[in-house]
């Protein structure tokens, strides 16, 4: 079966750097578009970034642009996101994510099938 399996999130003070990484398995993981979502405390779940198979195409949220860059090594089966630098807003679960259909490029976590079980991460001001 598939498994996302999340690490790399932690405490950090505002303007400090991490570094997650989403490790795959059960999936051919170089055919997949893989996203990365976030949960704060109290709010819906929300689209972080998104990078095609390839990894030539990505997309990021208003909120990260700028700040995040999210990366993939095929070889690997691992998919990151580097997170620099951090604001207190950045607190919260983050999830890496792979679509249903593994070519689509999408924001959407509707169309996202396969979850981590997610990887905390907490700014402090």
């Known amino acids: 079966q598939v498994q996302l399996v999340e690490s790399g999130g932690g405490l950090v003070q505002a303007g400090g750097s991490l570094r997650l990484s989403c490790s795959a398995s059960?999936?051919?993981?170089?055919?997949?578009?893989m996203g990365w979502f976030r949960q704060a405390p109290g709010k819906e779940r929300e689209f972080v970034a998104v990078i095609s198979w390839s990894g030539s195409l990505t997309d990021y949220a208003d909120s990260v642009k700028g700040r995040f860059t999210i990366s993939r090594d095929n070889a690997k089966n691992t998919v990151y996101l580097r997170m620099s630098p951090l604001k207190p807003e950045d607190t919260a679960v983050y999830y890496c994510a792979a679509p249903r259909n593994f070519g689509t490029f999408t924001t959407s976590q509707g169309q996202y099938g396969y979850w981590g079980q997610g990887t905390q991460v907490t700014v402090s001001s």
């Open positions: 059960g999936l051919t993981f170089s055919r997949y578009t």
